[in-house]
Structure formats: C-alpha cells, structure tokens
C-alpha cells in the first residue's frame, strides 16, 4: 500500500511539474490521451503481442529479484554497503535495455505499485478509461500478474540452486 501511494504521489508530481507541457504536446487544455498516458505507466509498443510483453515483464522482474534475494541471502559474505550498489547496477543494467533490448517491447513495470499507482493518478486526472481497458486489461497481466510471477519464479530458483540445504524450503521438503 505505501509503495502503491508513493508511485500514485510519484506521478501526481511529475504531472503537475509537465502539466503545462502536456496540454500543448495534447493540443489543448484537458485533452488527455494515451499518447503522454504513457509517461507515468507501461504500455506495450504496438507490434508486439501481449503474451510476448507478458513474459519480458516476468523475465525482467525475475533477474531483478535474483539479483535482490541472491544477494540477501543469509549464507553470502557480501558486505552490506555493497547491496545498494549491486542493486543500481542490476537495474542500470535493466535499465539499459530500455532502448536496446528486453524491456523497450513492453514498458518496465517490473513493480506492480510501479505501473498500477502512477495508472490510477492518469484515470484522476483525466486521463480516457483506455488506461485500463488498454490491449485487454495489458495492466492487470503486464503491471500486475507478470512481476508477481516472476518474483515468485526468482525466489524459486534461488532456493533451488543457490541456497544451501538448511535454508532452503524446497529441498527440506524433498
């Protein structure tokens, strides 16, 4: 709930600092479209399908959160000043592939308070209900559901293949 209110506060700021500026790139005064929608929330870029934007927001999400409980793990040395570090570095790298890799296709949720805050605050403001009918609810299963999935299929693969036997919950099950 807070990291939901502070996506919604997130873009409530941004709006009112390019209020202006979106009235002009819209035309005019109150016009809103999914055309600048897409500063504040993820929407798919046309070409691609959305079982293919599922899947590159649950890849996404399940590298960031490797990266998070690999790193978290109680059996690693890491020094705790270097965790903030990694952390950057694993969403620069993400990041990065913004323009030339995975996640240009499908706008970089990976948070579902990330997508879904910064949506509601588009359908406060004005914004059409095409911000959520959008490509057949594309933010419940691409903003939502596909980061959930893919966190849940990291925290997996950790315990898995990275945890020892007395920290891991799959294999004391086994």
């Known amino acids: 709930l807070a990291q939901l209110l502070g996506g919604f506060v997130g873009a409530a700021l941004v709006y009112g600092t390019y ?7 819209e035309g005019g005064a109150g016009i809103r479209t999914l055309r600048t929608a897409g500063l504040f929330s993820a929407y798919s870029i046309g070409y691609m399908t ?7 927001e649950l890849l996404a999400t399940a590298m960031l959160v490797l990266v998070i409980v690999a790193l978290t793990n109680n059996t690693n040395t890491a ?48 914004y059409p209900g095409a911000v959520f009918s959008f490509r057949h609810q ?20 950790d315990d898995i293949f990275l945890c020892q036997e007395k920290d891991s919950l ?5």
Not at 19 to 25: G, L, P, Q, R, T
Not at 138 to 157: C, D, K, R, S
């Open 19 to 25: 209020f202006h500026a979106i009235d002009i790139f």
């Open 50 to 56: 959305n079982v293919s934007a599922f899947f590159t």
């Open 138 to 157: 594309y933010w419940l299963w691409n903003g939502i559901i596909a980061p959930i999935v893919g966190a849940q299929l990291a925290v997996a693969l």
């Open 79 to 126: 020094p705790p000043a270097l965790f903030p570090i990694a952390i950057f570095i694993a969403m620069l790298g993400i990041g990065i592939n913004t323009r030339i890799g995975i996640i240009s296709f499908s706008g970089f949720a990976m948070n579902p308070a990330r997508d879904f805050g910064p949506r509601l605050l588009t359908a406060a403001v004005g």
């Open 170 to 174: 799959v294999l004391k099950k086994l």
